[in-house]
């Protein structure tokens, strides 16, 4: 498969505005969102140390902050930016229902929000963003610029590898580099899905060193729907655990999850 990255034409940044509740019962409140919570946690505990000095940390594209929530509760200074009006609010709920009062809540984007901030954040957030955005490999570098040195980036993408099995699983065999449409413009699969090497390129051009890969959701989507409607949830935690980490399972997961560090 061709690694080539070609920007889309004519695609603006994706708002989430009016997409809330669709996100909330299709993601965040199903097993898929379930399974991304806890290979991200997994991943993040390689440097969040239990008595630590609490760290800065940006939730860029916040969306339901459910993850950052968490390390909010840790203790930790949470500062949440999102484009989208519906989003933000929603974050704001949720902190607001997990009684955490300390976090700043930014209605701008990712691009706006850099322009300000250069090397303040120890930790940044990026999950389910880059497959959303009219130019990818520009925002990392927004990224990179509001980490301090030595700070480190998370950095969650909608693996195009996964997308094109999936597409070929449902019957729609098209020839490598052919144009192949993925998504449509209302739903919540990702248009511009990327290829991992592409992604791991751009972030070590940029001056990270990769120190974690994991997939998520290597198994749980290519399971027929009756199937997945009566999986046993435990089991499969455990599982798409266990195997977040090895190939060739990592690469052809739904999206991929990389831990970085300046």
Known sequence: MSNKYT??????????DGYADRLKKNIYGSLKGKIRLKILLNDLNLFLKSGQEPLDILDAGCGFA???SLLALKGHQLTLCDISTNMINHAKEIYKEKHIDSAKFIHASIQDHSIENPAQY???L????LEWMEDPHKILKNLEYMLK????LSLMFFNKNGTILKAVLRGNFFPKDS???????????PTNPLYPDTVYQWVTEQGFEILKKSGIRVFHDYCEKTIRENLNETQV?????????????L?????????CRK
């Open 66 to 68: 459910q993850c950052s």
């Open 126 to 129: 990026c999950h389910a963003v």
């Open 7 to 16: 920007p889309p034409e004519n695609l603006p940044d994706k708002n989430f």
């Open 179 to 189: 144009g192949f449409k993925f998504g449509r413009t209302k739903s919540l699969t």
């Open 251 to 259: 690469s052809i997961a739904r999206y991929i999850h990389i831990l």
């Open 122 to 124: 120890d930790v940044i």
């Open 237 to 249: 935690l455990d599982c798409e655990l266990s195997f977040s980490q090895s190939e060739p399972f």
């Open 149 to 152: 040195p030595g700070g480190y």
